[in-house]
């Protein structure tokens, strides 16, 4: 399965959050909602989530393997810095 297109749809300068990308895969699944957030030790990539009944937020999609999640984290923050250097 390859990562065939991935959309930075908004780009925020409040809070936290800095974008929502949506990813796509094999020209046939798309994933929307995954944002990119400024955490204490730099970006990174939080996968679409759901609040609980128990208050915790749990993904509801997410990448099995620590490989493909580090590959999608790599290709989702090199699109959300190539849309930031071409909204200015």
């Known amino acids: 399965m390859k ?5 930075v749809r908004k780009i ?3 809070g936290k959050m800095r974008a929502i990308v949506s ?3 094999d ?3 798309v994933v929307h909602d995954i944002k990119v957030i400024e955490g204490d030790k730099g ?6 989530s759901k609040k609980a009944t128990d208050g915790e937020y ?11 999640r580090e590959t999608m984290q790599g290709i989702v ?3 959300y810095e190539k ?3 071409e909204a200015e």
């Open 43 to 48: 970006l990174f990539m939080a996968m679409p």
């Open 23 to 25: 990813v796509t895969f």
């Open 27 to 29: 020209d046939e699944f």
């Open 12 to 14: 925020a300068r409040e």
């Open 58 to 68: 749990r993904d509801i999609a997410h990448p099995i393997s620590q490989e493909m």
């Open 3 to 7: 990562i065939t297109d991935v959309r």
């Open 77 to 79: 923050l090199e699109a």
């Open 83 to 85: 849309a930031l250097q």
